[in-house]
């Protein structure tokens, strides 16, 4: 079975640094890959999402991941972090006719100002 | 309403005592999910509902889960003699179709914060 794993649990950065969160997943077929966002108060809203082509996907507010397919990767990408980017950050992974969506444990950021 | 709706937003419970918790779509989307996520754990897959198709239980913990859902509308989850490693946040979420068709994105619910004492 497809499992998802973060290894950074909590994150914090300043603003303007860079954000590299990682995304490592265990499935050897053909994978459907996401990245959620909760900001505080807020419902679980999608990021970005990978399913064919472009391996570099952008997604909403300056976000990008990179599909690395011989590395199992979905790194979740931010050339300058703001304040407003203080969030928890799920990546998951869905196989392609299956109907779970395989959630990691997340990654809580903080961006102080 | 625009968005997933879930009552109620918290719940506190009796070891033993049966809870029910409700999830009503975004109108028009066939897919359901439910999920679990406890204390510092990722989010756990429950059971899918797609329109009249059979449910996929293959997540639901134990026989003490149970999940309806009547046609395209509201779904309830069951949790029946409830033990404390039930405490968790249940979240719902919505899709316009299946994952499996395109890959279609959820739409989440607020959540339901169970606590079972």
């Known amino acids: 079975a497809q499992s998802v794993s973060q290894h950074n649990h909590h994150v914090i950065l300043s603003e303007a640094a860079s954000l590299e969160l990682g995304c490592n997943y265990s499935?050897?077929?053909?994978?459907?890959l996401f990245w959620y966002v909760q900001y505080p108060g807020q419902h679980l809203q999608l990021l970005l999402k990978?399913?064919?082509?472009?391996?570099l996907v952008k997604g909403i507010k300056g976000f990008e991941a990179e599909f690395i397919k011989s590395k199992f990767s979905f790194n979740l990408r931010k050339p300058s972090v703001q304040w407003s980017d203080t969030a928890e950050y799920f990546c998951?992974?869905?196989?392609?006719?299956?109907?779970?969506?395989?959630f990691g444990t997340g990654t809580r950021l903080l961006v102080s100002p | 309403g625009a968005g997933v709706s879930q009552s109620p937003s918290n719940k506190v419970t009796e070891k033993g005592k049966d809870v029910e918790l409700r999830c009503d779509p975004i109108?028009?989307?066939?897919?359901l999910y439910w999920y679990r996520q406890r204390l510092g754990q990722g989010l756990e897959f429950l059971i899918y509902?797609?329109?009249?198709?059979?449910?996929?239980k293959s997540g639901l913990p134990s026989d003490r889960f149970s999940a309806e859902r009547t046609g395209e509308s509201v779904s309830t989850l069951t949790i029946q003699r409830t033990q404390q490693e039930d405490s968790a946040v249940y979240l719902c979420?919505?899709?316009?179709?299946?994952?499996?068709?395109?890959?279609?994105?959820?739409?989440f619910g607020s959540g339901t914060q169970l606590s079972v004492l």
């Open positions: 979420a919505s899709s316009l179709q299946s994952i499996r068709a395109s890959g279609e994105k959820l739409f």
């Open positions: 499935y050897g077929g053909t994978v459907n």
């Open positions: 990978y399913f064919s082509g472009d391996p």
């Open positions: 998951a992974v869905n196989v392609p006719g299956f109907q779970k969506l395989v």
């Open positions: 109108s028009g989307h066939t897919a």
């Open positions: 509902f797609q329109g009249n198709s059979a449910p996929d």
